[in-house]
T-cell receptor
Framework: DTGVSQDPRHKITKRGQNVTFRCDPI?????LYWYRQTLGQGPEFLTY????????KSRLLSDRFSAERPKGSFSTLEIQRTEQGDSAMYLC???????????FGDGTRLSIL | AQSVSQHNHHVILSEAASLELGCNYSYGGTVNLFWYVQYPGQHLQLLLKYFSGDPLVKGIKGFEAEFIKSKFSFNLRKPSVQWSDTAEYFCAVTPSGNTGKLIFGQGTTLQVKP
């Protein structure tokens, strides 16, 4: 079990720039989730994939956010025209089915200058 | 709206003290319940889970939790904490029948003094 892998670990960018994060789930986990965590809060759900299909998106996911999972394996989360409020830890999790716990990655910490 | 409430934001205990962290959720249907832990510098890890059956659930490292349906609660307990239990603890809920997304509480930071 190699765990959920996220890249990069840290991203610092200027406001207005686009950023993209990658998540590699545990092999054969067909469910993949993205969450966002700000300081002093628990993670908040952003979006969910079952294989390559994006089946749910949170209202938190504005038009500037887009996520893909093209081949049902790794996933990317892109934020366009970043804003100060996007500064957070972005977490990825995967599970083999809905009755199994989710396994989390280390997260990507985004800082907007 | 579905929500999870953790009663304590920051708890400080001495080693060997007993621990109880409160968690309440607002959802009327069937739920799956979880406690996750995040040790300093590490990723979220599952402590224990409740799906069905015995409402007293035992997890790793001597932790346990009790599901009380009538109180919408899932409190975490440990009889005797250790310095190594210093971490942030998150209660989470997955309403049955949905995508499996987790709804987290705001977390409790536990500091154990040696």
């Amino acid at each position: 079990d190699t765990g959920v892998s996220q890249d990069p670990r840290h991203k610092i960018t200027k406001r207005g720039q686009n950023v993209t994060f990658r998540c590699d789930p545990i092999s054969e986990h067909n469910r993949l989730y993205w969450y966002r965590q700000t300081l002093g809060q628990g993670p908040e759900f952003l979006t969910y994939f079952q294989n390559e299909a994006q089946l749910e998106k949170s209202r938190l996911l504005s038009d500037r956010f887009s996520a893909e999972r093209p081949k049902g394996s790794f996933s990317t989360l892109e934020i366009q025209r970043t804003e100060q409020g996007d500064s957070a830890m972005y977490l990825c999790a995967s599970s083999p089915d809905r009755n199994q716990p989710q396994h989390f990655g280390d997260g990507t910490r985004l800082s907007i200058l | 709206a579905q929500s999870v409430s953790q009663h304590n934001h920051h708890v400080i205990l001495s080693e060997a003290a007993s621990l109880e962290l409160g968690c309440n959720y607002s959802y009327g249907g069937t739920v799956n319940l979880f406690w996750y832990v995040q040790y300093p510098g590490q990723h979220l890890q599952l402590l224990l889970k409740y799906f069905s059956g015995d409402p007293l659930v035992k997890g790793i490292k001597g932790f346990e939790a009790e599901f009380i349906k009538s109180k919408f609660s899932f409190n975490l307990r440990k009889p005797s904490v250790q310095w190594s239990d210093t971490a942030e603890y998150f209660c989470a809920v997955t309403p049955s029948g949905n995508t499996g997304k987790l709804i987290f509480g705001q977390g409790t930071t536990l500091q154990v003094k040696p």
